[in-house]
T-cell receptor
Framework: DAGVIQSPRHEVTEMGQEVTLRCKPI?????LFWYRQTMMRGLELLIY????????DSGMPEDRFSAKMPNASFSTLKIQPSEPRDSAVYFC?????????????FGPGTRLTVL | GENVEQHPSTLSVQEGDSAVIKCTYS??????FPWYKQELGKRPQLIID?????GEKKDQRIAVTLNKTAKHFSLHITETQPEDSAVYFC???????????FGPGTSLSVIP
């Protein structure tokens, strides 16, 4: 398996622009998590899905952030409009509850820079 | 909600020495405690985990201990090597599959 796939790996945009981050979880995994990592705030859980359904979005910082999971193999995290303080590394992770596993497998991350 | 604290924030040890990272959690219902290692510029990866029905778990040079009464758990790395240099995150969750709350991380440097 290729593991969790994220795109793009790097994104540089200007303040006010819309940003869309993409994630493909490991095939067969039923949980998907979106995290944001910064030096100041560490690793923060933004939202997670179970079987494509959002379970907890309490970590989403503002209404400018939205996430969707239209099917089991694809999820997006959208920021509209983007702001410089959104600059961070965004990780997607997936896990396989059905198989009784607990480990979260992280993707390589998307490094977002908002100018 | 759950809150996880971690100490120290940075740790430097000589190669071959031991390293200990300590964490505390707030929610007594938490019963799953994973540890992740993140090398510079890389993704976090699980290195070991422990459940509340176990007090200690060991995997080669890495061991974790859990004190549920005190709500403390620790990571012990023996015979440290330069490749152990990374940021280590402890975490806690209420169920095995619920959201995982991460500690702020410990940056470990192993000096050759």
């Amino acid at each position: 398996d290729a593991g969790v796939i994220q795109s793009p790996r790097h994104e540089v945009t200007e303040m006010g622009q819309e940003v869309t981050l993409r994630c493909k979880p490991i095939s067969g995994h039923d949980y998907l998590f979106w995290y944001r990592q910064t030096m100041m705030r560490g690793l923060e859980l933004l939202i997670y899905f179970n079987n494509n359904v959002p379970i907890d979005d309490s970590g989403m910082p503002e209404d400018r952030f939205s996430a969707k999971m239209p099917n089991a193999s694809f999820s997006t995290l959208k920021i509209q409009p983007s702001e410089p303080r959104d600059s961070a590394v965004y990780f997607c992770a997936s896990s396989n509850r059905v198989a009784g596993e607990n480990e979260q497998f992280f993707g390589p991350g998307t490094r977002l820079t908002v100018l | 909600g759950e809150n996880v604290e971690q100490h120290p924030s940075t740790l430097s040890v000589q190669e071959g020495d031991s390293a200990v990272i300590k964490c505390t959690y707030s929610d007594s219902a938490s019963n799953y405690f994973p540890w992740y290692k993140q090398e510079l510029g890389k993704r976090p990866q699980l290195i070991i985990d422990i459940r509340s029905n176990v007090g200690e778990k060991k995997d080669q040079r890495i061991a974790v201990t859990l004190n549920k009464t005190a709500k403390h758990f620790s990571l012990h790395i023996t015979e440290t090597q330069p490749e152990d240099s990374a940021v280590y995150f402890c975490a806690a969750s209420m169920t095995s599959y619920d959201k995982v709350i991460f500690g702020p991380g410990t940056s470990l440097s192993v000096i050759p």
